[in-house]
């Protein structure tokens, strides 16, 4: 196999691994939404209360706290300088970026699915947007690492 299509397929099996995880996103919130329709869940008011504090403040410090973790692994300059290793690097980095806004997306539906309560859908809803503003791309990847002249030029030669 030679570099370009090597590093077409690491592009490629990162675009696919994003898109698995947006669809079982999109998977779970239909069967949240199947799940309640017509069930008034017999939820003690104190547990609603609790939880309509916690699954924001945990969405929000998910949002915040994958942002940091992202920004500062991804400028870490220990890995190699090979760019295969770097596109690694770089996905390896958007998954785990990927999976904190994902667990906050999972608690927003478990709540729903406790309570009933339509505003837990509405958390999930802007921590979905926030995933997709996550979408990896050939210019977030230029861009977060900070790539040379010579390695964009590689990358553009596997897009064509």
């Not at 309560?117 to 791309?137: A, D, R």
């Amino acid at each position: 196999m030679t570099e370009d299509q090597a590093l077409k397929n690491l592009l490629r099996s990162t675009s696919i691994i994003y898109f698995s995880l947006v669809i079982g996103l999109l998977f779970f919130f239909v069967l949240a939404i199947m799940f309640i329709q017509g069930k008034v869940a017999q939820v003690q008011a104190e547990t609603n209360n609790v939880l309509t504090v916690v699954v924001p403040v945990f969405g929000f410090m998910m949002m915040i706290l994958s942002k940091v973790f992202y920004n500062k692994m991804i400028t870490k300059k220990e890995f190699e300088t090979d760019l295969q290793k770097k596109i690694i690097h770089y996905r390896s980095m958007k998954i785990i970026s990927w999976a904190m806004i994902e667990s906050a997306c999972i608690f927003a539906f478990t709540a729903v699915m406790i309570t009933s309560n339509n505003f837990y859908l509405v958390v999930f809803i802007f921590l979905f947007g926030y995933f997709i503003l996550l979408k990896p791309s050939r210019e977030s990847l230029i861009r977060d690492l900070q790539l040379n002249s010579d390695e964009i030029n590689i990358l553009q030669r596997t897009s064509s």
